[in-house]
Structures are given as structure tokens and as C-alpha cells.
């Protein structure tokens, strides 16, 4: 049978959120980040990326780039109600969802009879109940619906067949596929691979001999928008974490451990309000040289108490004893969706 999928993306979410309630800033250039000196951009609206200014662009080469830009700070709790809002919508017109973070979603609207008209609905209940505008793209697989409703930004409305998109881009680069890295890229080109086009035409046994039996053949499916991915309905996160970069470097776990006590305080607050639990905790230090190092430790039996998630993580802290100084921190719960799946069978068996 026909798969119709649609992904829907919002336009610049956290910037219309903001614009939501400062109108007044409509049309100008204006970016949402943190004010440390490492911190990066969040979302910069459409003016400010014509200046060059894009998500994960340095917040401080972002003001040398576009210095009459409005900087605000981001509001994660505004931005998870209003998402709240927006994925209510979906869930009024559509029966199966696929929700991915906080600004975008996967519709399965091969129920639909005319599953264009039926999006243009949903992309105008978005609209008029929630003030923010969206992209929908529309094709046989996730992969094409993906890349199509990036096609044509903001506020675009995009249809392809499979067929369409390797037309459509078939000059551009690998890059644009989702699940093709930098790094990936780099190799490509390397082997005078610059375009989906010449990825897709490339043989299975050549890519295998780049890339190894499993991800090569990958790679080429992919430039050949092939994707057979169902939609993960009933979805949930596998953890939780919080982190922090620092505005400058720490040195000694005695500096360290007040800063893991906050991360692990606001983390098991997130875990106790979503009832959520994990067995396994975890720490996460990256130093000035920008080598990244994990610990972990998993218990017999799930918790979100911030006692035990504090005490363990302070001795993950304290046995790793970082010889340098620290540039990130982080505390991690996971196997979350170990529990969830415990308690769905005990509801199933009773």
C-alpha cells in the first residue's frame, strides 16, 4: 500500500515564539542566545540569517557578523508550552504522530483519501491557533517528507515523489541528507563524490569498499531517497540529562561537585514532573582540550531521587578526578524507557 508521509518543521521556532510576544520586532534581525562568551545561537530569525547568522553559529562572531541584530536570551520553558500547543493541533487532525523535539513532527496521512487538502488544514489550524507558521513536506517515506519541507522555507508547502527529489537534488550535496555527517561529506568528496547525484550512481561494491559492507550500501540508498522507517508512535526518551558549558574553565572536583549538585537538583525535578525513572547515572566532563569523557553506573532498581542521582554522580565526579581543567558538566538518568516499558506490561497484565 502507499505511504503518504508529511513533516511538518516550524518556521524559526524559538525566534516566532518570542516574536509571539514582541511584535514589535517583526522583520528585524534578530537571534535567540545565551550571553556567556562560548555560548551559541539557538535560532536566528530569516533577517539575521541573511547576514550570515545560523543555529550553532557562535553567539559572539553572530553580534561581529550582524551587530544591529535584537539578542534574546532563550526561554526553554516558554518554547516546551508553546510546542505543547502546536503538537495539540496535530493530534486533533491526525490519528498517528511522530513527534521529534520541541519545533517538529512526523503525520502518517495515508488514511486520508486527499492527503494534500488534509494538510493544508493542518498547516492552517497551526496557523490560526497557535500564530506560528510552519513547512510541510509531503512524500512516500520520512526521509523525502524531511528534506522536502526544508526545500522551500518559510512557510512552504512542499510535494515530492521519490523520483522528484533525486531529480530535484541531484546537484546538491551529500550533506543535505540527514544522517550524512561532515565528516562523511569530506570522505566523499575526497573520492570526487560531490553530489547526490554521483552518490546515488556510485556502486554498492565501490561505496563498501570506502565505507565498509554496511554503511556504504546506506549511503547510497539514501542519496536515492530510499527510507522504509515506520513512524515511532509511542516513542520515549531514553534519558534525561542537563549540562553546562562554562564561561571560563574549572579546576578541582571541590569547584566542580556545587555545580553537579544544581545540574542533578533541576534534572531529578524534570524526572519527578514527567514520572520518569532510570537505573543507570551517569556524568559527562569535557575538558579544555576538548576531549569529552563518560562515566557511568547502573543500580538495580529505577529512581529520580536526587539524593541517590547526587551521590553517585559525586562519586563518578570524584573516582574520575579530571587532571584538567573542565570546560562542560553534565549529569545523565537513562533507561527511562526501560521503566515506561515495565509499567505499559504491568498495565497490559492486569
Avoid: W
Avoid at 522555507?153 to 527529489?165: C, H, I, Q, Y
Avoid at 571560563?248 to 524534570?270: H, K, N
Amino acid at each position: 500500500m502507499r505511504r503518504v508521509i508529511a513533516h511538518v518543521d516550524m518556521d524559526a521556532f524559538y525566534v516566532s515564539a518570542e516574536l509571539e510576544r514582541r511584535p514589535e520586532l517583526r522583520g528585524l534581525p534578530v537571534v535567540v542566545a545565551g550571553t556567556g562568551p562560548r555560548a551559541v545561537v539557538t535560532t536566528a530569525s530569516y533577517e539575521a540569517r541573511q547576514f550570515g547568522v545560523f543555529s550553532a553559529t557562535p553567539a559572539s562572531r553572530a553580534r561581529r557578523l550582524c551587530p544591529q541584530a535584537i539578542f534574546l536570551p532563550p526561554d526553554f520553558d516558554h518554547y516546551r508550552a508553546r510546542s505543547r500547543e502546536v503538537m495539540a493541533v496535530l493530534h486533533d487532525h491526525v490519528e498517528h504522530v511522530q513527534v521529534v523535539g520541541l519545533d517538529e513532527a512526523y503525520l502518517d496521512l495515508t488514511p486520508f483519501e486527499r492527503p494534500k487538502p488534509a494538510a493544508r488544514r493542518i498547516k492552517h489550524a497551526v496557523r490560526e491557533r497557535t500564530g506560528l507558521t510552519c513547512s510541510i513536506g509531503i512524500g512516500p517515506n520520512k526521509l523525502v517528507a524531511k528534506v522536502a519541507s526544508d526545500a522551500d522555507k518559510p512557510d512552504g508547502f512542499t510535494v515530492l515523489s521519490r523520483e522528484m527529489a533525486c531529480e530535484r537534488f541531484a546537484g546538491a550535496s551529500p550533506g543535505l541528507i540527514p544522517g550524512i555527517g561532515p565528516k562523511t561529506v569530506v570522505r566523499l568528496e575526497l573520492e570526487g563524490i560531490t553530489t547526490l547525484g554521483a552518490l546515488a550512481a556510485t556502486s554498492d561494491e565501490r561505496l563498501a569498499e570506502l565505507f565498509g559492507s554496511r554503511l556504504g550500501p546506506h549511503l547510497r540508498r539514501l542519496a536515492c531517497f530510499e527510507d522504509e522507517r515506520p513512524l515511532e508512535l509511542d516513542r520515549r526518551a531514553k534519558s534525561e540529562s542537563r549540562e553546562t558549558t562554562f564561561d571560563a574553565d574549572i579546576e578541582g572536583v571541590a569547584a566542580l561537585e556545587p555545580i553537579l549538585d544544581r545540574l542533578a537538583g533541576e534534572l531529578c525535578a524534570t524526572l519527578v514532573k514527567q514520572n520518569s525513572r532510570g537505573r543507570t547515572i551517569g556524568i559527562k566532563v569535557r575538558l579544555d582540550d576538548f576531549s569529552t569523557h563518560t562515566r557511568a553506573r547502573t543500580r538495580p532498581e529505577p529512581t529520580n531521587d536526587v539524593d541517590v542521582v547526587r551521590a553517585v554522580a559525586t562519586e563518578l565526579l570524584r573516582a574520575f578526578d579530571p587532571q584538567r581543567p573542565v570546560r562542560l558538566l553534565g549529569v545523565r538518568v537513562a533507561g527511562l524507557d526501560e521503566e515506561f516499558e515495565a509499567r505499559r506490561q504491568l498495565e497490559l497484565s492486569v
